[in-house]
Nanobody, 121 residues
Framework: ETLAESGGGSVQSGGSLRLSCASS????????MAWYRQAPGQEREWLTS???????TYAQSVKGRFTTSQDAGEGTLFLQMDSLEPEDTAIYYC????????????????WGRGTQVTVSS
C-alpha cells in the first residue's frame, strides 16, 4: 500500500499550513490513518489518528491547533495546522493500518516518506 505526503514548506510563527497524504489505504472498508512528526534529534511523535468513521484523537501538544480530516473518495488524508510555532518544525509523516478501530494502537504498518515543515520566529 502507498502513502505520499505533500504540502510541507516554510511559514512564519502564527501561520498555517495544510498537509495532504494520498493513500491507497482508503480503498479498504476499515482503516486507521495517522499523522506523526519527527524533529531533529527527537523521537517520532504521534499527533493524531482518524478512523474510517471519522472518529479522531489528538495528542495534547497539538489539540486545538491541528485538525485531521479525510476525503475517502479522493483517497486523501489532511492535516490542517494553525497557530504554528517554531517548535512545530519537523518532518511530518502520514501512517496507516488496516484495522477495525484506531483505539490506542500506534503499530502502523504503512508509512509515507514525509514532508518537511519549517516554522520561523
Amino acid at each position: 500500500e502507498t502513502l505520499a505526503e505533500s504540502g510541507g514548506g516554510s511559514v512564519q510563527s502564527g501561520g498555517s499550513l495544510r498537509l495532504s497524504c494520498a493513500s491507497s489505504l482508503f480503498t479498504y472498508q476499515r482503516y486507521c490513518m495517522a499523522w506523526y512528526r519527527q524533529a531533529p534529534g527527537q523521537e517520532r511523535e504521534w499527533l493524531t489518528s482518524i478512523h474510517t468513521d471519522g472518529t479522531t484523537t489528538y495528542a495534547q501538544s497539538v489539540k486545538g491547533r491541528f485538525t485531521t480530516s479525510q476525503d475517502a473518495g479522493e483517497g486523501t488524508l489532511f492535516l490542517q495546522m494553525d497557530s504554528l510555532e517554531p517548535e512545530d518544525t519537523a518532518i511530518y509523516y502520514c501512517a496507516g493500518g488496516i484495522w477495525d478501530a484506531c483505539g490506542s494502537r500506534r503499530d502502523f504498518g504503512y508509512w509515507g516518506r514525509g514532508t518537511q515543515v519549517t516554522v520561523s520566529s
